[in-house]
């Protein structure tokens, strides 16, 4: 692992190389197993996490040689192309990036979690965004019942942009910023939505709205 200036929690972050990966899976997978909604993380395959190790975008906040916290920027192009092509359809063109990057893989060790550990990774996260792909846009796709990670999302500048629904089973909402920049909704009007009311979230986006705030049950929308 190669240490950046980074800390998360008090701890040094790192960034992962080629050689972490055995590391970095099996912190993923043990941090996944424990959750209580197991199905808010969704796993990366081998593929997908050699690939993002590889592109240099995997941060690891580290206390001694172990992995407590974990964050990543997946660059991929043709994967940061279809999140922006569905923001800029859902919100019919008010938000239209070329490229909005995949932020993912935010997990703490429950032991180390109530540090700032989370928003402290994100900052990381979003100034290696800022590095690596000034230009674009950043996304973190979260299901939409996971609250707090929208909620980490949401305090550092991204706003709920666009929803992706995968037969009901599943409901995301994607969560956007400019890599270099938060959005800010300036609009006075609002609509609250609940979490998997999926055609009142598409009628909002679609009406110049995005998601700016987490309330019991659902999400407030504001006009951008």
């Known amino acids: 692992m190669i240490k950046t200036q980074f800390t998360a929690g008090g701890f040094p972050v790192y960034k992962a190389e080629d050689g972490d990966y055995s590391a970095v899976s099996a912190f993923l997978n043990t941090c996944r197993n424990k959750l209580d909604r197991i199905e808010f993380f969704y796993p990366y395959t081998p593929e997908e996490l050699k690939s993002v190790i590889s ?6 906040a580290v206390d001694g040689k172990r992995i407590v916290g974990a964050f990543a ?39 180390y979690r109530r540090r700032g550990m989370a928003g402290d990774l994100a900052d990381a996260v979003i100034a290696l965004g800022a590095r690596l792909v000034p230009d674009d846009f950043l996304c973190g796709v979260v299901q939409l019942e996971n609250v707090a990670s929208m909620s980490t999302f949401l305090s550092k500048g991204f706003v709920l942009a666009g929803v992706y629904s995968m037969g009901g089973e599943y409901d995301f909402g994607y969560f956007v910023r400019p890599s270099r920049s938060p959005l800010t909704a300036r609009g006075t009007a609002e609509r609250e ?32």
């Not at 994967?79 to 070329?98: F, I, Q, S, W």
Request: with cysteine; proline share 3%; aromatic share 10%.
């Open 73 to 111: 920027l997946d660059t991929d192009k043709s994967y940061g192309k279809m999140l922006a092509d569905n923001v800029k359809e859902c919100t019919r063109g008010t938000l239209a990036p070329k490229y909005a990057f995949e932020t993912s893989g935010l997990m703490v060790d429950e032991n």
């Open 55 to 60: 592109g240099g975008g995997f941060l690891c």
């Open 193 to 224: 939505v609940p979490f998997r009311a999926m055609s009142e979230h598409k009628n909002a986006l679609a009406s110049g709205f995005v998601g700016v705030k987490i309330i019991d049950g659902g999400i407030i929308y504001r006009q951008l």
